[in-house]
């Protein structure tokens, strides 16, 4: 299932921990607070829970959203990045 994650987060240290959390799992960096990827369902209550822990009562918001399998299929990305991507 394709899962796309997106954060607010204030604080550099709980942010960077998110950051690694989502690349742990397989996610790709498609913005800054932004990650995209495949996970089955069991890996993304999993990740829920680690990114839940993580954040704990700092203050930010983490969303989490599940796809339908053929979602990506009509996603259109525009991109006028000389590199495509983000690096930390």
């Known amino acids: 299932m394709?899962?796309?994650v997106i954060y607010d987060i204030q604080s550099d240290k709980i942010r960077n921990r998110i950051i690694n959390a989502c690349k742990d799992y397989g996610l790709e960096r498609i913005q800054f607070s932004c990650f995209l990827g495949e996970l089955n369902r069991n890996f993304i209550d999993e990740l829920t829970i680690k990114l839940?822990?993580?954040l704990g009562k700092s203050e930010g918001r983490i969303h989490i959203f599940p796809f339908a399998e053929n979602i990506t299929d009509k996603m259109t990305?525009?991109?006028n990045m000389s590199d495509g991507g983000y690096d930390d």
């Open 2 to 4: 394709k899962i796309l």
């Open 52 to 54: 839940d822990k993580i």
């Open 77 to 79: 990305i525009l991109n």
